[in-house]
């Protein structure tokens, strides 16, 4: 489980497809403490660490299946793409943002990019599967981040970055076409299935 609250800004340094798809992935991280089959969302993407290393800088191996691939954005990844880190919660850490499972529901699409003042204003398009999960003032986790909805209005939804936020995550950078990691509020998922039941 993970908060959406990301720890490291991680850099892809090798991929290679053997089988299933392998990334090496730039940290700051002390890998000192990381384990072998430890779990780290990489934009949002829970993943398992494989193989560790320090040279020429610190960095993990994640082995990711042609499934995870077909749900997920990582179908474009390539050596020197950015990417949001987030180690998995451990018993009483501070949970900052909301629960993440880093099992991603779905890819969103970034149709507006606009400044207001220091912050940064997307308007996202959800696949219309995942649209009525998704409601203003509730919560997402796009490419691993824990956000706020703002509006809604039909599969489009806003979202506003401040300026910390921008800083600290790979959200600086965004724009208009990019394909983002969505997953869906775990709670928002159970109420809708309550109201099938109904």
């Given at each position: 489980?993970?908060?959406?609250?990301?720890?490291?800004i991680?850099?892809?340094?090798?991929l290679?497809q053997?089988?299933?798809?392998?990334?090496?992935?730039?940290?700051?991280y002390d890998?000192?403490?990381?384990?072998?089959?430890?779990?780290?969302?990489?934009?949002?993407?829970?993943l398992?660490v494989?193989?560790?290393?320090e040279?020429?800088?610190?960095?993990?191996?994640?082995?990711?299946s042609?499934e995870?691939?077909?749900?997920?954005?990582?179908?474009?990844w390539?050596?020197?793409?950015?990417l949001n880190?987030?180690?998995?919660?451990?018993?009483?850490?501070?949970?900052?943002?909301?629960?993440?499972?880093?099992?991603?529901d779905?890819?969103?699409?970034?149709?507006?990019?606009?400044?207001?003042?220091?912050?940064?204003?997307?308007t996202?398009?959800?696949?219309?599967?995942?649209?009525?999960?998704i409601?203003?003032?509730g919560?997402?986790?796009l490419n691993?981040?824990s956000?706020?909805?703002?509006?809604?209005e039909?599969?489009d939804?806003?979202?506003?970055?401040?300026?910390?936020?921008?800083?600290?995550?790979?959200?600086?950078?965004?724009?208009?076409?990019?394909?983002?990691n969505l997953?869906?509020?775990t709670?928002?998922r159970?109420?809708?299935?309550?109201?099938?039941?109904?």
């Amino acid at each position: 489980m993970f908060t959406g609250i990301v720890t490291d800004i991680g850099r892809i340094i090798e991929l290679e497809q053997q089988g299933d798809l392998r990334a090496r992935i730039a940290t700051g991280y002390d890998i000192s403490g990381i384990d072998i089959g430890a779990s780290i969302a990489c934009d949002g993407v829970c993943l398992t660490v494989i193989a560790l290393g320090e040279q020429p800088e610190p960095w993990f191996d994640v082995q990711i299946s042609a499934e995870t691939v077909s749900k997920t954005n990582l179908d474009a990844w390539k050596v020197d793409k950015r990417l949001n880190l987030e180690r998995a919660l451990k018993v009483g850490d501070e949970l900052g943002g909301h629960i993440v499972s880093g099992h991603v529901d779905g890819v969103a699409e970034v149709v507006a990019v606009r400044d207001e003042g220091d912050s940064t204003r997307v308007t996202l398009r959800a696949p219309e599967a995942l649209a009525k999960f998704i409601a203003p003032k509730g919560s997402v986790a796009l490419n691993g981040t824990s956000l706020t909805v703002n509006e809604v209005e039909g599969r489009d939804f806003g979202i506003n970055f401040i300026p910390h936020t921008k800083e600290v995550t790979t959200w600086g950078g965004v724009a208009v076409g990019d394909r983002v990691n969505l997953e869906i509020d775990t709670l928002a998922r159970y109420v809708a299935r309550l109201q099938d039941w109904a």
